[in-house]
């Protein structure tokens, strides 16, 4: 079976940091686009970051970019969403997704408190 689980989410600070998981399993995902989205209650889920094969290309939302930072390990199958400087807007439900595949993770939740 082909599935996605995400970690890593937690409570956290403003300006603080997580970083979060994201493990494939049933399928050699070294091939494929690996992306983040976030969803807030109510809305839509709304794209976070990219990251292509085979090299890497990456993309970020405006609303991170500088702040969060996503990388992959082919040999873990895995996907990660470094989170700095967060913001209480950063607030969320994070998934991962393999878009061609059209699979998404459970999500994990990001919430931000003082």
């Known amino acids: 079976q082909v599935q996605l689980v995400e970690s890593g989410g937690a409570l956290v600070q403003p300006g603080g940091s997580l970083r979060l998981s994201c493990v494939a399993s049933g399928l050699r995902f070294g091939t494929y686009n690996r992306e983040w989205y976030r969803q807030f209650p109510g809305k839509e889920r709304e794209f976070v970051a990219r990251?292509?094969?085979?090299?890497?290309?990456?993309r970020y939302a405006d609303a991170v970019a500088g702040r969060f930072w996503i990388s992959r390990d082919n040999d873990k199958n895995t996907a990660y969403l470094q989170m700095n400087k967060i913001k209480s807007e950063d607030a969320a439900v994070y998934y991962c997704?393999?878009?061609?595949?059209?699979?998404w993770g459970q999500g994990t939740p990001v919430t931000v408190s003082a």
């Open positions: 990251i292509a094969p085979p090299y890497g290309t990456i």
């Open positions: 997704t393999v878009p061609s595949l059209e699979i």
